[in-house]
């Protein structure tokens, strides 16, 4: 299959082609279309064969649940059971925006898109390529990252080209996401909402809005019997071509210890990555180092995290260290994408005081 490859503008939208991707979508087919957060891989969602389509192009486990784009609020009471009050003024305080919500679903929504799960996960994008695709694919898309499962997710519509070129008809590319990680998840079926996946929305921004809120206390073991209720939640994500391990410590020990590891790897004939900071780049004289950001504007690690993994993988680097984000205001969502993509490898600099990153 060829893809069909459409550059678009958010500000100046060709509603042709808006028009030729909405038909796609209604047939059946793919479509991959940026979204604020990062590139999506849509379908129709209330159509079980186009959902099923996602998981195979993907080579996504079947139950791990797609999360359902909406274009209206008024659409969302027609896919659920119930609408309870907390997902009112969540819609109300953060859509169109990249906050999911998990609620009970009803018939009008298959197993197929949900992951075989009585809930089903909703967000209203705010990217306006997106929100014109939702409505011209009938108002319902199920939409996965647009990335081979398990793959770091495409902020660039390079990085879909990368993974999906001959295996949908067609990628709006509208140039670099505005964010750069993937929505927060918040499950509104449980007795206290909980956070199953951070993200942009902290838990405390949904704390202010809708009262007590927990996180999940853990990622769901890969060998559990558990059914995921959000994406992300069972399955290694986010992952480079490299072995990555992440480093916990002070600045300078950190950096030391990657320089001493990096050496060793450098010396045995391996190829050595490092992420850095714009604050401690200069620290590191072993391998191929990349700045990831300025921990002053951590903006730019998050919209950066996702690239930076897939130019290692353009490199060819053989192991990656990195630094801890512990201590950002966005530490939970970065942490959060950055111990998946490492496999939960994370080692101590040794350092015996001082403060972390």
Known sequence: MKMVVKKINEDSIDFAVIEQAGHILQAGGLVAFPTE????????ALQPEASKKI???KGRPSDNPLIVHICCMEDMKKIVLQLPREAELLAHAFWPGPLTMILEKNDNVPYETTGG???VAIRM???KIALALIRAGGGYIAAPSANTSGRPSPTLAEHVYED???????LLDGGAVGI???STIVDLTESVPMILRPGFISMKMIADVIGTVRMDPGIIDAGSALKPKAPGMKYRHYAPKA?????????EHVAAKINKLAAAHIKAGKKVGVIGTEETIG???QGAVLCIGGRQEEETIVHNLYKILREFDRLGVDIIYSECFFTLQSGEAVMNRLLKAAGHQVISAGNSGGDSF
């Open 37 to 44: 957060t990062v590139y999506g891989l849509g379908a129709d």
């Open 55 to 57: 998981y195979a192009v």
């Open 117 to 119: 799960m009585d809930t």
């Open 125 to 127: 994008p705010s990217n």
């Open 164 to 170: 999906m070129k001959d295996k949908i008809p067609m």
């Open 180 to 182: 750069g990680i993937e």
């Open 243 to 251: 072995n990555l391990i992440l480093v916990e410590g002070a600045p």
């Open 283 to 285: 620290y590191y004289g």
